[in-house]
């Protein structure tokens, strides 16, 4: 893959990245409905987030920090959000995904380094989504879900699991080959979803 694709590749992954959240936080301000949102996932994005752009600083995979830096702040307002509606008592549960998700990588970042964290990373990049296909699988309605975010979510995963490929790096590949998988998960219930709602028959001209 050359260096023209692999910087078209990374720009891809930004711009999805950075902008995948967005559609959920509006969401959320506009229907002021959870449902099918999973409040695990939320912490579990900011904490991943943030070690995402650690890992990018120290392995110098340069075009990995602004997304990640971005989805941080977003994932903090789809906290901020998440309250209002619902009010504070879901904060735990936030508190509960960031500090879950951290320990794993802590571990191997104390252990063996970076790289390795980075290993443990990717990994955690299919459990940071994990929580959001499990609740969007089992809720009866997904209303809060926004179907944008998981369509970004999915390029951007394809897009870093293209780069990491290419550059032979397995936090990446790793990562991105996960996070496809879960966010073609929560693709396929929100269709189901859409599938299972009745259709309004169209009015006859009297």
Excluded: C
Aim: aromatic share 8%; proline share 6%; charged share 10%.
């Amino acid at each position: 893959m050359g260096t023209f694709v692999l910087s078209a590749v990374v720009v891809v992954a930004n711009i999805t990245g950075a902008s995948m959240v967005l559609p959920q936080v509006l969401r959320l301000r506009r229907g002021q409905r959870v449902d099918g949102v999973s409040p695990l996932w939320v912490g579990v994005g900011m904490a991943t987030n943030v070690w995402w752009v650690a890992y990018a600083l120290h392995q110098q995979v340069l075009g990995l920090a602004p997304v990640t830096a971005i989805g941080a702040v977003l994932y903090s307002v789809i906290a901020v959000e998440f309250s209002r509606i619902v009010g504070p008592a879901v904060v735990p549960r936030f508190v509960l995904g960031g500090v879950g998700s951290s320990v794993a990588p802590a571990a191997a970042l104390l252990l063996s380094g970076m790289p390795a964290a980075g290993v443990v990373l990717g990994l955690s990049y299919a459990v940071q989504f994990a929580p959001a296909a499990w609740t969007a699988l089992r809720a009866e309605r997904a209303d809060g879900v926004a179907p944008t975010t998981w369509a970004l979510a999915w390029v951007e995963a394809v897009a870093w699991f293209g780069y990491g490929s290419a550059v032979a790096d397995p936090a990446l590949i790793i990562g991105g080959a996960g996070g496809a998988i879960m966010s073609s998960l929560i693709l396929a219930s929100l269709l189901g979803d859409v599938a299972k709602r009745p259709r309004s028959l169209p009015s006859r001209a009297a």
